[in-house]
T-cell receptor, first 115, second 109 residues
Framework: GAVVSQHPSRVICKSGTSVKIECRSL??????MFWYRQFPKKSLMLMAT?????????EQGVEKDKFLINHASLTLSTLTVTSAHPEDSSFYIC???????????FGQGTRLTVV | GQNIDQPTEMTATEGAIVQINCTYQ??????LFWYQQHAGEAPTFLSY??LDGLEEKGRFSSFLSRSKGYSYLLLKELQMKDSASYLC??????????WGAGTKLIIKP
């Protein structure tokens, strides 16, 4: 299957700083990328959907100014958590889907801890 | 509204068979996925059904009935490593993925 690489896998940052998470499709062009958040023992919560070259569509309740998503190329999307606070600590997962491909491939996930 | 239901938790014995059910009510249907997720890891793809019937892949099989809005994932010859959460997801008419809450499967020796 296709490979999606997410980096970093773990990050610890201080409260008030910003953190950028990268999601790359390594062997296919990702026309659509999804960003999820997952709390312990809970299912995936879709935060936003981004299509290459256009603005991300955020789910209700997700602050677009706090979670900045950029999908500037067909192989890279980034999620920036701005002015992070301890309640932003979570597992963030990206997935990518290519044109005409039904399956979405997941990155390895990023464990964010804000102290 | 859109809704996907699956049991929260199931327990089974090593070597046995377990069936995890998923029912859905979505605006349109463009396929149903099953993913496996181990604790602390990202989900991995197991199966995709878009037509009615059974898809078999090794120890795992997935069934779909579109008229009933129903799917199941069947796991045979259970192994301890199968202990994980199993997520059912449906692609709606806008090709958006709607996720179930996941079923935590516990395998006992």
């Amino acid at each position: 299957g296709a490979v999606v690489s997410q980096h970093p896998s773990r990050v610890i940052c201080k409260s008030g700083t910003s953190v950028k998470i990268e999601c790359r499709s390594l062997d296919f062009q990702a026309t659509t990328m999804f960003w999820y958040r997952q709390f312990p023992k809970k299912s995936l919560m879709l935060m936003a959907t981004s299509n290459e070259g256009s603005k991300a569509t955020y789910e209700q309740g997700v602050e677009k100014d706090k979670f900045l998503i950029n999908h500037a190329s067909l192989t890279l999307s980034t999620l920036t958590v701005t002015s992070a606070h301890p309640e932003d600590s979570s597992f963030y997962i990206c997935s990518a889907r290519g044109q005409g491909i039904t399956e979405a491939f997941f990155g390895q996930g990023t464990r964010l801890t804000v102290v | 509204g859109q809704n996907i239901d699956q049991p929260t938790e199931m327990t089974a014995t090593e070597g046995a068979i377990v069936q995890i059910n998923c029912t859905y009510q979505t605006s349109g249907f463009n396929g149903l996925f099953w993913y496996q997720q181990h604790a602390g890891e990202a989900p991995t793809f197991l199966s995709y059904n878009v037509l009615d019937g059974l898809e078999e892949k090794g120890r795992f099989s997935s069934f779909l009935s579109r008229s009933k809005g129903y799917s199941y994932l069947l796991l045979k010859e259970l192994q301890m490593k199968d202990s994980a959460s199993y997520l059912c997801a449906v692609t709606d008419s806008n090709y958006q993925l709607i996720w179930g809450a996941g079923t935590k499967l516990i395998i006992k020796p």
